[in-house]
């Protein structure tokens, strides 16, 4: 099965299942020699033979001499009460002294060399006057077996182990299902919400809690839903606008040629030019919706080049002069002596620039002033363009909306001024992938300076 409950407790049971098998492995190999040596060494306690050494130590002071005991050894004690069979076999003895020098030893091979390291474990110590004065160790005699009660301590041994590895495999399929359950169940949910999310219902949230992984992904997932939700509603308040927004040309056409073909209105070329106008507001609409919608999907094409601000900033100041010399509003152009040189395209700055100065235009009455000012901004390696008119200004609870599109303080006062609401959208969108910023500031009713930045070029 596919299940995390089930993956997991065949892992466990899994992991259970080999130690326990190598732990009865190991146990197996050890024991079986351990318990041996082990048996045979207390054999030799049994016998007396380490009691003989003793004494023979104690009464020489050294052990010269001792191969004829070990050589021939006369156990002390009455032994054949316990090993028949060990008592005419002895095991092969070693003897080594207090430094594991081999003084004497039944095997040839270790005839004066050290005694190997690896039976120096084995070995038992004799002592005299409280010190170690040599070792005795014992070999495996070729016939030796075990007793019944020794056979069955060890077999005892190994039911224990088996036992005791079905209780952890056991205990291991428990705790997989547990731990697996604790896991699968948050995710569970996050599926569930997922399924829902998938079915349009933006506002499934899932609880964030449980190990810090699957919190983690509660909290990605209820971000990207809070997102998905947010886009949305984003989609569905533009389609409105969009539609709200042709509605009314539309609405001005239709009535106005009913009026026509009903001859309310007389078939003259000024009431035919206002239905022109009308459809020319549609157009201008409809370009600034496409224009907008490329920027925001990133698709404008920018021909970045090393542009000098002054000269573009005269040149569309000039253009622009006559509008407002008819408006009787002062236009001042504010440069700094040096060039100012920007990475940027000329076209989309202009504009920018054209949309600024055409707003400062709608909002300031007669006698007033629109000032143009560029500066550089040397630590943010930035320039600066501001347009400041002297006009009604922005209400500060106004200003956080003016950038977003079909915005606008009076909505039916700037339509019919022909304002689509998309101007400073679109500008915001121009200038953020050039690298810049927009912003405003307002005081009402001293006025509006909106300023855009551009990046720099060194040089
Ligand atoms: P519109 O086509 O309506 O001008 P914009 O996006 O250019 O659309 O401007 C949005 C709104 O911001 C305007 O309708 C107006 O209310 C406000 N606004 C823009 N520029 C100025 C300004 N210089 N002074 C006062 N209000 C302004």
Redesign the pocket.
């Known amino acids: 099965m596919n299940r995390l409950w089930v993956r997991l407790a065949i892992g466990f049971i899994l992991v259970a299942l080999i130690t326990t098998g190598l732990v009865t492995i190991l146990v197996n190999r050890q024991a079986n020699t351990q318990f041996n040596i082990f048996i045979i060494n207390n054999e030799l306690v049994q016998l007396g033979i380490l009691d003989d050494l003793v004494s023979y130590f104690d009464a020489n002071g050294s052990w010269q001499g001792v191969e004829q005991i070990l050589s021939n050894p006369q156990p002390s004690r009455g032994p054949q009460q316990r090993r028949g069979m060990m008592m005419n076999t002895l095991p092969d003895l070693t003897l080594a002294d207090e430094n594991w020098h081999v003084i004497y030893s039944d095997r040839h091979d270790l005839a004066n060399r050290p005694l190997p390291i690896e039976e120096r474990g084995n070995a038992l110590s004799i002592m005299s006057e409280n010190r170690v004065v040599g070792y005795l160790s014992a070999g495996l005699p070729a016939a030796f077996q075990l007793t019944t009660v020794e056979q069955s301590f060890l077999d005892q041994l190994y039911r224990s182990l088996l036992q005791v590895g079905l209780l952890a495999s056991g205990l291991a399929l428990l705790l997989g299902i547990i731990i697996a359950r604790g896991l699968a169940a948050p995710l569970h949910r996050l599926a569930r919400a997922a399924r829902q999310i998938a079915q349009g219902k933006l506002d499934q949230r899932v609880s964030v809690h449980g190990a810090e992984e699957v919190a983690d992904l509660a909290h990605a997932f209820n971000d990207m839903a809070a997102s998905l939700q947010r886009n949305e509603t984003l989609r569905r308040n533009m389609v409105a606008d969009i539609a709200h927004e042709l509605r009314t040309p539309l609405t001005v056409i239709h009535g106005s040629l009913r009026a026509l073909l009903d001859d309310v209105y007389p078939m003259e070329k000024s009431e035919i030019a206002s239905l022109y106008d009308e459809t020319l507001t549609l157009n201008r609409l409809i370009n600034d919706l496409r224009e907008l919608a490329l920027a925001e999907a990133g698709q404008l094409t920018l021909h970045l080049d090393t542009i000098d601000l002054r000269p573009l900033l005269e040149s569309t100041a000039d253009f622009f002069k006559s509008a407002a010399d008819a408006q009787g509003v002062n236009v001042i152009l504010s440069l700094p002596e040096d060039d100012i040189l920007v990475k940027s395209d000329a076209d989309r700055v202009r504009q920018v620039l054209r ?2 100065l055409s ?2 235009l ?3 009455p007669a006698n007033g002033e629109i000032r143009i000012q560029l500066e550089a901004q040397p630590g943010q390696k930035m320039a600066q363009i501001s347009v400041s ?1 002297t ?4 209400p500060a609870e ?1 200003l956080p909306y ?2 977003d599109r079909f ?4 909505k039916s006062r ?1 339509r019919e001024r022909g ?7 679109i500008a915001r969108q121009l200038v953020e992938a050039q690298g810049g910023q927009i912003g405003v500031d ?1 005081t009402p009713p001293a ?2 300076r ?1 300023w855009f930045t551009l990046p720099q070029t060194a040089g």
């Open positions: 949309n600024l707003n400062a709608r909002h300031t008119d006009g009604s200004g922005i106004h003016v950038f915005w606008r303080a009076d700037a304002g689509t609401g998309l101007g400073l959208a307002s006025g509006s909106f």
